[in-house]
């Protein structure tokens, strides 16, 4: 997977060379540096690790590494601070072994890939003005991690349609759970030139719930537009 990962990466960086020739000559640069003011839009691919947890109980969790992708929109309040909205997406397979508290219940075995969403409000510092610069970034947000194990049975709606007959659509509730979620980093920011940039960034994100808590390490390379 982590080769899978440094490959793309190598990719990205080769198309950011030649991003590299196109310049957004009609926006003059700031006295300040090239990204003062200005809006940035970035498309992002991820690499997070894996998780290995247990309770007390016996009941435990394996997350395996995995890639993904994002997205991030954001503003330059000035050279130096910057604020972003960043979306990242993950699949990654995982192992679980429920324990019920019954002690005449079967103990649960399931394997299964589920789905990682983090939407994150971050504040970046950089500590230079130029266009080469390392900062550090932080933010809160929202995530969501969908077992994709249904919770209850479908409900199936059926009806008729004059076009294609008889049509039934189900829909289905799964176990998942949504909760607040705080993340720290640090990282490089390379202003190619004065419409294209890159980042490469470091981060922790911390996930609360019901029970404990997930703590997942993500690093995340990107390429993007500033307008």
């Known amino acids: 997977m982590l080769k ?3 490959l793309v990466v190598f990719l990205i960086l080769t198309s950011t060379a030649v991003l590299a020739q196109y310049d ?3 926006k003059e640069r700031s006295k300040f540096g090239s990204r003062d003011g200005r809006f940035e839009a970035s498309v992002i691919l991820a690499y997070q690790t ?7 109980g016996g009941s435990s969790l394996d997350i395996d590494s995995a890639t993904g992708w994002g997205i991030s929109f954001g503003w330059n309040w000035t050279d ?25 219940e079967l103990i649960q075995d399931v ?31 929202y995530g969501t991690l969908d ?9 199936v709606g059926c009806w008729w349609d004059p076009w294609w007959g008889y ?3 189900g829909e289905w509730k799964t176990f998942k759970a949504s909760e607040f979620t705080y993340n720290l980093g ?19 994100e911390f996930i609360s719930l019901d029970n404990g808590s997930l703590d997942f390490d993500t690093m995340t390379v990107e390429v993007g537009l500033m307008f």
Not at 186 to 204: E, P, T
Request: hydrophobic fraction near 30%; charged fraction near 20%.
């Open 24 to 26: 957004n000559r009609q």
């Open 167 to 169: 049509i039934c659509h």
């Open 147 to 155: 077992s994709n194990i249904a919770s209850e049975p479908p409900s």
């Open 50 to 56: 894996g998780q290995d947890v247990s309770s007390e």
């Open 111 to 141: 394997e299964h890939k589920m789905s990682k969403y983090s939407h994150q409000l971050n504040a970046t510092y950089h500590f230079m003005k130029g266009s080469f610069t390392p900062f550090v970034v932080g933010g809160i947000g």
């Open 4 to 6: 899978r990962f440094l």
């Open 186 to 204: 640090v990282g490089l920011r390379w202003d190619i030139n004065n419409a294209i940039y890159s980042r490469a960034v470091y981060s922790r």
């Open 80 to 104: 130096r601070v910057n604020l972003q909205y960043r979306l990242l997406s993950t699949s990654p397979r995982y192992s679980a072994v429920v324990v019920p508290e019954d002690p005449d």
